[in-house]
């Protein structure tokens, strides 16, 4: 069964504190890993598309890298409007062109 | 560029009722829009694929008769919950892209409850 899972659930970090989000997917051919922010009571805000393994995209304090099993998302000395719920998503063969498949989201809550 | 605009944002009603959901996108045209549900804690679960000037299709499991969908134009896709239980309150979002090569990009979401 494809699947993609997120972890951990929830991260508290400190303000300045660097730290990795993990996407692990088990999917038959990858044709995107998508990257999205959501805030409380909103719909999901792109950050990333990566396609292929060793693929690296930046945007301001997150990075986000992907390998042939997971994808991670760094950011690096996070502010407290980083916090938000980080979710990945997988667009594979087994769907038709952009169904995509999400996992749970890590809430990161960021403190001052 | 690629805004999705939903409304309501927010809608209760009572049981039995019907509630309609449009979702525009703004700045471009989507021949494809996607219909998502949300609970608490939840992944986002693809309901229905909605195609502008043809029927909508829907995931399994989604009862396509209590969940109606129109896309009436380039812009404009509707999703209608009908006879609407309880059990139906969620968080509905929608989602359009510019073309087969651009990441989804997702309205603003519309709480629903049922009373």
């Known amino acids: 069964e494809d699947q993609v899972t997120q972890s951990p659930e929830a991260l508290r970090l400190q303000e300045g504190e660097s730290s990795s989000l993990n996407c692990s997917y088990t999917?038959?051919?990858?044709?995107?890993l998508f990257w999205y922010r959501q805030d409380p009571g909103k719909g999901p805000e792109f950050l990333f598309t990566?396609?292929?393994a060793g693929e690296e995209k930046e945007k301001e304090r997150l990075k986000a890298t992907l390998t042939k099993k997971e994808s991670f998302l760094h950011i690096t000395a996070p502010k407290p409007e980083d916090s938000a719920t980080y979710l990945c998503?997988?667009?594979?063969?087994?769907?038709?062109?952009?169904?995509?498949?999400f996992g749970k989201g890590t809430l990161l809550t960021v403190n001052p | 560029g690629a805004v999705v605009s939903q409304h309501p944002s927010w809608v209760i009603c009572k049981s039995g009722t019907s509630v309609k959901i449009e979702c525009r996108s703004l700045?471009?045209?989507?021949?494809?829009m996607f219909w998502y549900r949300q609970f608490p804690k939840q992944s986002l679960m693809l309901m229905a694929t909605?195609?502008?000037?043809?029927?909508?299709?829907?995931e399994q499991g989604v009862e396509k008769d209590k969940f109606l969908i129109n896309h009436a134009s380039l812009t404009l896709s509707t999703l209608t919950v009908t006879s609407a239980h309880p059990e139906d309150s969620s968080f509905y979002i929608c989602?359009?892209?510019?073309?087969?090569?651009?990441?989804?990009?997702f309205g603003n979401g519309t709480r629903l409850t049922v009373t």
């Open positions: 989602s359009a892209r510019i073309d087969e090569n651009s990441p989804l990009h």
């Open positions: 999917v038959s051919g990858l044709r995107g």
């Open positions: 998503a997988v667009c594979h063969s087994g769907g038709s062109n952009y169904k995509l498949t």
């Open positions: 700045d471009f045209q989507a021949t494809t």
């Open positions: 909605s195609n502008e000037g043809s029927k909508a299709t829907y």
């Open positions: 990566l396609y292929s």
